[in-house]
């Protein structure tokens, strides 16, 4: 019996070896991989001027739109991010086919979004292959986006005034989501050596503090102002639960984007804000244990609401960087919430099987609830954090193999 029982176990031992659970690094290089078997699929369902958002499993389409959309810098972005995991000719070619296509959008100024558009796309083309090209088509952008900045309000606007976004034409709206484009104009200071950029980005950083976040260091997702007095007649959120909801992805705009302002700047007041966002996230009762957010974290139906699974890859990158700046112990709970909310989205729930999807790599987000658009469905800026928080991890642990 004794010996029954010992072989039993040898048994189990060896069997379950060969299923043991991958760590989070083969998680990443696995999935990785599948991102660019992914996009090589979905790169052949779409042609020039054609900018994949979105995609509706239950009528297999694809949603695409033009280069004048929000969203158009992520696809290429998130092809250049590929292409340093490995060079894939097929991908590196769509990319500058993109980008050839991408590129009259520096000229365009009735967007706030330039920074998700350009820097994301040519910013990252700038980094792995300096170019005059992309230098201009940079500078032209910051301008463009600087051509928005209202000086009686601190801030650049964002949408123009209409009715669906609560400003009159006497008025500018204002969201949390600017934060994100500001790196753009700190690129376009650092090359130029023109101020004007930086100063921009810095009024702008501090009147969103002001006047975006509550004293819970949670944020309004817009602030309208008056055009001329500077001061704030709205505080709302469009695309939230309620006006005084945190919705999920714009406290996520938030962090990212005073991570970027520390890095930028150096000022200790960014650090700050940039953690005590973290915190309130990351302390907040309606986080769920696996810390992929609800889709707000007000939604009346917790536990059974939607999460969204693009705040948490902004989420994701952001801590990855902010825990470099913070003080140890704080800097390796920022680490290891990012490490959890990666090893949770990279499963069979998250995580695209190849072929499907519509190509896209990450499932479940949302994007606007209230307006019923891109309700748990993958998006083009949540495989595009994603794939730059998983990056952003492995060189984390090249420098700092202990935080495996």
Request: include cysteine; glycine fraction near 6%; hydrophobic fraction near 35%.
């Amino acid at each position: 019996m004794k010996k029954y029982n010992l072989l039993m176990i040898v048994f189990v031992f060896f069997a379950t070896a060969g299923f043991r659970e991958q760590n989070l690094e083969e998680k990443i290089n696995a999935t990785l991989q599948t991102a660019i078997r992914q996009y090589a699929f979905l790169s052949k369902q779409v042609s020039v001027g054609k900018y994949p958002k979105t995609y509706f499993a239950n009528t297999n389409k694809l949603e695409t739109s033009d280069s004048g959309w929000w969203c158009s810098g992520f696809y290429p972005g998130t092809l250049l991010y590929l292409d340093e995991v490995k060079s894939v000719p097929a991908l590196k070619k769509e990319a500058l086919n993109v980008l050839e296509d991408l590129k009259k959008e520096q000229f365009n100024t009735t967007t706030h979004d330039l920074g998700f558009m350009m820097y994301c796309s040519f910013g990252n083309a700038q980094r792995l292959k300096p170019s005059k090209e992309y230098e201009a088509i940079l500078m032209n952008s910051a301008k463009s986006l600087s051509s928005r900045f209202n000086p009686k309000i601190g801030c650049i606007k964002s949408w123009d005034s209409a009715p669906w976004n609560h400003a009159s034409k006497e008025e500018s709206p204002v969201i949390i989501d600017n934060m994100m484009n500001l790196e753009l104009l700190f690129w376009a200071t650092k090359h130029s050596g023109d101020s004007t950029y930086y100063k921009i980005a810095i009024q702008h950083a501090d009147k969103t503090m002001v006047n975006h976040f509550r004293k819970d260091y949670s944020s309004y997702h817009e602030v309208v102002y008056n055009n001329e007095t500077g001061k704030v007649t709205k505080q709302i959120t469009n695309q939230g639960a309620a006006d005084d909801s945190s919705w999920a992805r714009g406290q996520a705009w938030g962090l990212y984007g005073y991570v970027v302002m520390y890095r930028e700047t150096k000022d200790p007041k960014y650090l700050k804000q940039a953690e005590n966002i973290a915190n309130y996230l990351l302390n907040h009762p309606n986080l769920p244990a696996d810390k992929i957010p609800y889709w707000d974290f007000s939604a009346r139906d917790i536990p059974d609401a939607l999460r969204d699974s693009s705040a948490a890859s902004v989420m994701a990158s952001a801590l990855l960087e902010l825990g470099k700046y913070a003080d140890a112990m704080e800097g390796i709970h920022y680490w290891n919430t990012a490490k959890t909310i990666l090893s949770n989205v990279l499963t069979p729930e998250y995580i695209a099987t190849e072929g499907t999807n519509g190509g896209f790599l990450l499932k479940h987000g949302v994007g606007n609830m209230p307006n019923k658009t891109e309700i748990d469905t993958p998006l083009t800026y949540g495989d595009y954090y994603l794939v730059e928080a998983m990056m952003r991890y492995k060189t984390l642990i090249k420098t700092n193999p202990e935080l495996r």
